[in-house]
């Protein structure tokens, strides 16, 4: 028999609408809310949780993470063992649910296994929404190999590789099918220079035309969709206006491009955070100074990239993209968006606008009837303080994930 909890004694934190609502109680039995409201009939067998004025609200969603890069040294996670890359990958994922992420979108690494291993309770960990490889051109954002090194594809197929070097229509559309074949949810195309990538400046539009409407295409076809890593304003504009659908970074967009993706129906997953993380850090973790150059680039655009995207009515969903050794400032995202957004605007792209991207609208980032039952308790207001969601959950008394307590510490 399934196990039934009453959360009393609170407020609800309503996501969508920006507002606490007093005087309701939330009914969880096995993974799923049941019931909400002032009336909540329980069975007699019911654990109550008395929240005592806290505040209950969905559980956080990142779409932005690679859970397998376990360090900065993306060459040493490619070449790990894929059962070691995937013990570490279930650590990470752990560590993100204790800050009370219930939803991961995965951006390149991860595959069904580790899908499946959560949803199984093989280890505490979220739900996990993946792309399987980011697709690369040969010298592109995730074609690590040297200049001098011209193995093809080497351990592409080892779970710690977060991409896939594909070049050619055909290939392009075999790879995407591959993909969908093997569980994605999405396809992810790298669409433009990267800053961690040795061999492609910001600048570098990468992939024909023809070879991304393939993917568009092959997305479509299979009900998906296709996510894009773009920078700069050319690259964010041609993706638009090729069909792509989730536009990563984003910190050198433009307000005509914006408001072209606005009417699209696309959504931007701004990571501000990794760029941060990389200046603090970088050089102590061996980036050199072509790595730094790269990064004060999109950094310095991150605050406008928001601004413009807000005043476009692009919707944001949150991202933090940290790798390896800088996951610790995960929530620091949260401080960063401040600076332009709303706590409302933030806790909107990290519940509702982000299930609207994970494809999971309803059943994840709202607490309704029928959705499962991935719940915060938090000590305090987020709404009027979002530093409450920061800290490694220190303000987080109670995570609950898909029915299952990851951490119930209430006094």
């Known amino acids: 028999m399934s196990q039934s909890y009453l959360f009393t004694g609170g407020r609800i934190l309503d996501a969508e609408a920006g507002q606490l609502l007093d005087g309701q109680s939330v009914l969880v039995t096995g993974d799923r809310i049941v019931a909400v409201g002032t009336d909540v009939a329980a069975p007699g067998d019911t654990v109550e949780i008395a929240l005592g004025g806290r505040t209950l609200m969905p559980g956080l969603i990142d779409c932005h993470v690679h859970v397998v890069a376990e360090t900065l040294d993306l060459w040493s996670n490619m070449i790990a063992p894929s059962s070691l890359a995937a013990l570490r990958a279930a650590r990470v994922m752990n560590e993100m649910l204790m800050r009370g992420f219930t939803t991961l979108r995965d951006l390149g690494g991860a595959d069904i296994g580790l899908t499946w291993a959560a949803e199984q309770g093989l280890f505490t960990g979220p739900r996990l929404v993946i792309c399987g490889k980011g697709l690369t051109t ?98 964010i504009g041609r993706c638009v206006e090729l069909g792509v659908h989730s536009l990563e ?4 967009i433009e307000p005509e491009t914006a408001r072209l993706a606005a009417q699209k129906g696309c959504i931007a997953v701004p990571t501000l955070v990794a760029y941060d993380a990389l200046a603090l850090e970088g050089e102590a973790l061996g980036l050199g100074a072509a790595e730094f150059a790269k990064i004060e ?110 951490k119930k510490a209430l006094n």
């Open 138 to 235: 040969t010298g592109g954002h995730a074609d690590l190999r040297k200049r001098t090194d011209d193995r093809p594809g080497i351990f592409s197929e080892r779970v710690g590789s977060m991409g896939l070097i594909v070049d050619g229509v055909d290939n392009v559309r075999l790879a995407c099918r591959t993909l969908i074949k093997e569980g994605a949810h999405f396809i992810k195309v790298m669409a433009n220079g990267g800053v961690s990538s040795p061999n492609d400046p910001i600048h570098s539009i990468q992939y024909s035309r023809d070879e991304i409407l393939a993917m568009v295409e092959e997305a479509e076809n299979a009900g998906l969709y296709v996510s894009a890593h773009v920078y700069t304003d050319k690259a």
């Open 297 to 406: 680039v999109v950094r310095s655009g991150g605050l406008r990239s928001l601004e413009i995207m807000r005043d476009a009515g692009l919707p944001m969903a949150f991202g933090s993209d940290l790798l390896g050794e800088l996951r610790k400032y995960h929530c620091m995202e949260f401080e960063l968006l401040a600076k332009v957004l709303t706590p409302a605007e933030i806790i909107r792209s990290a519940t509702v606008i982000g299930a609207r991207l994970c494809r999971l609208e309803g059943e994840v980032g709202v607490i309704a009837p029928g959705a499962s039952a991935d719940l915060l308790v938090v000590d305090g207001d987020p709404l009027g303080d979002i530093g409450l969601l920061q800290g490694d959950g220190a303000h987080m008394p109670v995570i609950m994930a898909r029915g299952k307590f990851a």
């Open 249 to 252: 970074h984003c910190n050198l």
